[in-house]
């Protein structure tokens, strides 16, 4: 089975069409890169998979299931938001979402603590989880992400833009640790970025969102001159060295 | 003081009051909602007014009216890009709604006064019962909807994405907030319930590291705030709005103070 599988799919955001007849289908265990510029319909993308945009035309399929009850195999990193925590730890952070869906008291039983325990340890983050959120630094925090999205054991990771703000360094650290957790426990990915070069030696498709369409194949198939052209109707010269790749308007 | 009827009924009203401001302070914090609670109470105002002017209990049209606003801000406050303007308009139509039935209504200025300062010493054995049972209820709701608020108000984007409803937990966390607001006033007035919502909760919210000692504290600030304003206006004959609102705004000051010279000592030590 599929993880996703699209088929005419058309995406509205309130009455403005953000992909339309989208086609594809993404097998089990891949990395996938979503490359598109901001505005590109990414996200809208991304949340139209987690269900909370809904299909307006067409059929989408993620894991055989609709959108709303797949929800469930998937572990989801949005976008980063400024979200002021005070002075809660990380930990606190992280249990707030366990059953956070359900209606009740947030009390967690010993199995919760051992899953939490467990996410955390896979990504050396026990230490960092028992500080103030507010004292960590961005990669800090995207490695709690990444620990909470593996807390419900997940078939598939989806990260919205998870490295911008993130130096470099701290950007090859967690894209590491996504990539040693995909082997690990042979998970699908799917990041979505506006910078594909941290991306080209880890992933084995790119999803290229552009002008309504979307096109996924290889990195040598889609991040071509031609195929980008024509994708955003727009002149593109696409120059490759050895380890990056840029992608600059042609006059 | 424990001698007189009117006195204990005060610091049981107070009592009441302060533990489910407590935990509701929080979360305001929390949800960056804290405005929020302070527009309920000025809505209330028009409520109050237009009851006491229909000769119907204040309390009640209080309740309505920051009720129905507490659900008209949760519907549309997630659409709205900044929902201060939108919560500041409804809160200005309001007194000003408020100072119109004001105008008509002539008799009894010292009830309006109450309504506006407070006047916990006026509480009577029935407004302790409809305090009881609006703590009641509000602890009962508390009990099923803490979980998704938490949820909702540290990661709404992921709580969105697990199927959370983010408009239904704000309707009726907002809802839940325009009932504790209204009794709130009973103790501080409509114009100072800031200082008993939210004063003992920024305290806790900035100094705990978990949620749970977040609240107790938020709770425990709540309760001595109100039961210290009302053993102090016992002592000075000063009014026990002024003496919530100053414990309020020192504790906050001090603990403030207090933070930054811990985590500044805490920063400039040698890590281990």
């Given at each position: 089975m599929n993880v996703i599988e699209c088929h005419d799919l058309d995406i509205k955001r309130g009455s403005k069409?953000?992909?339309?007849?989208l086609n594809l289908e993404i097998g089990k265990n891949q990395f996938i890169g979503i490359f598109?510029?901001?505005?590109?319909g990414k996200t809208t993308f991304i949340k139209t998979i987690m269900g909370i945009i809904p299909i307006h035309q067409g059929q989408l399929n993620v894991f055989g299931l609709s959108p709303s009850k797949a929800r469930q195999f998937i572990g989801y990193i949005p976008q980063a938001r400024d979200i002021?925590?005070?002075?809660?730890?990380g930990r606190n952070f992280l249990s707030?979402?366990?059953?956070?869906?359900?209606?009740?008291?947030p009390f967690l039983n010993k199995q919760d603590s051992s899953r939490i325990d467990e996410a955390l340890d896979q990504l050396q983050a026990k230490k960092l989880?028992?500080?103030?959120?507010?004292?960590?630094?961005g990669g800090q925090r995207q490695r709690l992400l990444l620990a909470q999205a593996l807390i419900e054991n997940p078939k598939l990771i989806i990260l919205d833009?998870?490295?911008?703000?993130?130096d470099p360094k701290w950007t090859l650290s967690i894209l590491n640790s996504i990539k040693t957790i995909q082997r690990q426990r042979s998970l699908s990915v799917l990041l979505a970025t506006h910078d594909l070069n941290p991306l080209l030696p880890i992933i084995d498709y790119v999803l290229c969102i552009g002008n309504k369409r979307a096109v996924l194949g290889t990195i040598d198939s889609i991040m071509t001159s031609s195929v980008l052209s024509d994708l955003y109707e727009f002149p593109l010269n696409v120059i490759r060295t050895k380890e990056n790749l840029f992608v600059i308007p042609s006059f | 003081m424990f001698s007189l009827e009117f006195m204990r009924i005060a610091f049981m009203a107070s009592g009441i009051v302060a533990l489910i401001t407590g935990p509701i302070g929080y979360f305001l914090l929390l949800r960056r909602e804290a405005f929020a609670g302070h527009a309920l109470s000025h809505v209330g105002f028009a409520g109050a007014t237009g009851a006491s002017l229909m000769g119907i209990s204040p309390l009640i049209g209080l309740l309505i009216f920051s009720l129905m606003a507490g659900i008209l801000i949760g519907i549309i406050g997630p659409e709205l890009k900044n929902k201060d303007i939108a919560i500041g308009l409804v809160l200005s139509a309001s007194m000003g709604l408020g100072l119109l039935f004001l105008h008509f209504y002539t008799r009894y200025a010292a009830q309006i006064t109450s309504l506006l300062?407070?006047?916990?010493?006026?509480?009577?054995q029935k407004t302790l019962y409809s305090l009881a049972f609006l703590s009641i209820f509000c602890y009962g709701v508390m009990f099923f909807l803490t979980r998704p608020l938490l949820f909702s108000s540290l990661q709404p984007d992921l709580a969105e994405a697990k199927g959370l409803s983010l408009k239904l937990i704000s309707v009726i966390f907002l809802g839940l907030v325009a009932c504790v607001t209204a009794a709130c006033v009973q103790v501080t007035g409509i114009l100072l319930t800031f200082s008993l919502m939210i004063g003992p909760a920024a305290v806790a919210i900035h100094s705990c590291k978990t949620i749970y000692k977040g609240i107790l504290l938020s709770i425990l600030f709540a309760l001595l705030e109100a039961w210290g304003g009302i053993a102090l206006a016992w002592f000075t004959d000063w009014p026990v709005s002024f003496w919530i609102s100053f414990l309020s705004f020192s504790i906050y000051i001090s603990s403030f103070l207090l933070i930054k010279t811990l985590v500044w000592f805490e920063m400039s030590s040698p890590q281990n």
């Open positions: 069409l953000i992909l339309s007849q598109g510029p901001n505005g590109s002021n925590t005070f002075r809660l730890t707030a979402g366990i059953r956070g869906y359900k209606f009740g008291l989880a028992e500080k103030p959120l507010e004292e960590l630094s833009e998870p490295f911008s703000n993130l | 300062f407070g006047n916990i010493f006026a509480v009577d």
